[in-house]
């Protein structure tokens, strides 16, 4: 995955940890492609270090720019406490890397929802998530219990849309047994 730091970061980072930190995200990568299929390639990815706690993923579409800004701990994470949430974090917010949007207000339950539970199976963990995230994770986790394979068929299927886009129709065809509540909480806004 081709990646940048943002310029003013860069005097900031530790060259063994900036090994550390593309060796972790080379296996994020990996994973969502093997159980969701590709990522978006025509995007180039900028990391950004910030020291509030702010986590973001934002995408500029028109100029296929993707941008992640995570909190400085993440690239500075040593202890196993830290690892661990360095790897949630950034686990977490490779899945908004998927399908990059520009319009984080049509993200769905889903789209979040898989983004938690894809974090906790990257870290095999229990993350304890707050209230929505956690509601997002149990729709998800509910969904793919009919299919586990569903991200991935639907990707397959729809090539152009975003995982935010998917329907309760599209979602139906393929497992016709989910019950219609489900598919309208999953197809909802997240924001
Ligand atoms: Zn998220």
Redesign the pocket.
Known sequence: MKFTFEKDDIPFIDKNLYIEFSKELRSIRKMIRKEYGPIDKTYSTVINFNSSNSIVTEAKEKIKLVKMSLPIYVMNAKTIDEIYQRNLNLS?ECI?TITPSSDASKTTYLE?GL?VMFSEKYTNSDSMPPDKYNKARGYVLELLKHDETIIKKLRKKYIHLKLSDYTCEMIKEIIPTVDNVLLQNLTTRFY
């Open positions: 977490h908004h979040e983004a």
